[in-house]
């Protein structure tokens, strides 16, 4: 998981990676009229979402993501700590799961990529939120492969 978030605390609050919850979100999107026909439901425990509203502005409200702090930080001393173990053993002493967390690593380098791309995403959305029209939802789908 990286970049995790989690859908708005007022319903289930589950957790996820920030690109995977995106295009999950996205999905349910009519690629017609770039609105939510139907409700849109927690992947994991069905809960019900907050509505997004079709025409702008919005409400921050109603923004269905909220950052999951708590996750990140555990999640960065997670991967801190294999890159540290990793670098410290030398690789030719790590078992070759663990070497890929090294500093250069594909996992970590994978897993940075990643972060970095679910916090652009969400940063951009949720700045944009209130006033997104339908068009620029579907591009935001189109854009994010789903």
Known sequence: MACPYSL????????FCATCILKWFF?????????????????????????TPDLPPRSDFTFP???????????????NGLTNATDKQGST???NALADW????HARQEWIRRD?????????LANKWANLQS???VKL?????V
């Not at 993501?65 to 991967?79: H, K, S, Y």
């Not at 789908?141 to 492969?145: D, K, S």
Request: one cysteine or more.
């Open 8 to 15: 708005h605390a007022r319903h289930c609050g589950h957790t």
């Open 27 to 51: 999905s349910r999107l009519h690629r017609g009229c770039g609105g939510w026909h139907e409700s849109v439901d927690c992947p994991v425990c069905r809960s019900a979402l907050y509505c």
């Open 65 to 79: 993501f909220i950052p999951n702090r708590t996750m990140d930080g555990a999640l960065q001393g997670l991967v």
């Open 93 to 95: 002493a790590v078992p």
């Open 102 to 105: 090294c500093e250069e690593g």
């Open 116 to 124: 970095k791309t679910g916090r652009t995403e969400m940063t951009s």
């Open 135 to 137: 068009l620029d939802f």
């Open 141 to 145: 789908r189109e854009r994010l492969g």
